[in-house]
Structures are given as structure tokens and as C-alpha cells.
């Protein structure tokens, strides 16, 4: 198939079947996930409104037998996701751990119509990370009267 561009030379264009080899990192053989240290990523999506959640705060726990130990507090930007990993590397080591997303105060500046008390206010969310080299992604999909989540990519 040609491909003519303005003021560009006709070029080939040859469809190739997708065996990984795009994905590794120049000169090693190893692909580039391979070398990427673990993490941990979280996104919020406000079904209702069919947009980002903008501003939700989130806390992630570990759980330590009946006890939560906070590591770290963000907040979504504009596109509902947390500017970077919420853990990577290093940090994110094998365990139990907790998102406590705050979808109440979310919601209350959002404009939705909410009851006194909300129905959904701080929603946990409870996971295991069995592998720290792995990508783990847990984003929150939310609206005033319910909630689901998944493991991601």
C-alpha cells in the first residue's frame, strides 16, 4: 500500500503481524514493561455525569492485621486520575491495602443532588498485591447511589 503525503515522496507501508519486538526497549531483548518497576494507579470516572472526577481525594491504607497504616494522600486532576503513581517502585511492596476514595465530598461540590446523610460517602475499596514488579490499576467508576471498580491496566 502507498501512502502519498504533500509535498512527500510516495513511501511503502507493509502490515506486519504484532510479535511483542515493538515493545522492547532498544539493544536488550527484554520488553519495556519488563523493565518498568511496579505501581499502583488509580483513575475516578463520575458515571452520572459521564465525566472525570475531578478534585476527589483519595487515602491508600496498608492493612496491618486489624490496624490501617496510611502511606499516602492524593487527589484527581481535571482527567479524574492522580498526577503520577499513588505507589511505585520501591514502595509498593506485597500486601493488603485500602483506597478510601471521599465520593461525598465529591459529590456535594459537584452539584448533585444528594440526601442528608449521603447514601455514598467514603467508599473503600480493599485489594491485594501479590506482585510488586506488576502494574496494578484500581480506578473507581461512581455516581450518587453507586459505585464499581475493577482491576485495570
Not at 15 to 22: E, I, L, P, R, V
Not at 39 to 54: C, E, I, M, S, W
Amino acid at each position: 500500500m502507498r501512502f502519498r503525503g504533500r509535498n512527500e515522496s510516495c513511501q511503502s507501508f507493509t502490515h506486519a503481524k504484532n510479535t511483542g519486538s515493538d515493545h522492547r526497549a532498544p539493544g536488550d531483548g527484554k520488553r519495556s514493561d519488563e523493565l518498568a518497576a511496579g505501581r499502583l494507579t488509580t483513575h475516578v470516572l463520575d458515571t452520572a455525569t459521564g465525566r472525570p472526577a475531578a478534585g476527589m481525594a483519595a487515602h491508600l491504607y496498608a492493612v496491618e492485621g486489624d490496624d490501617l497504616r496510611l502511606v499516602r494522600s492524593v487527589v484527581t486532576n481535571a482527567d479524574g486520575r492522580v498526577d503520577g503513581p499513588v505507589l511505585a517502585g520501591d514502595d509498593l511492596v506485597a500486601g493488603v491495602y485500602e483506597l478510601r476514595f471521599h465520593a461525598g465530598d465529591y459529590l456535594r461540590t459537584s452539584g448533585a443532588a444528594l440526601t442528608d446523610p449521603p447514601f455514598l460517602d467514603v467508599v473503600p475499596i480493599r485489594f491485594g498485591i501479590s506482585d510488586p514488579t506488576a502494574h496494578y490499576h484500581v480506578p473507581l467508576l461512581i455516581s450518587p447511589y453507586g459505585y464499581s471498580t475493577y482491576r485495570g491496566s
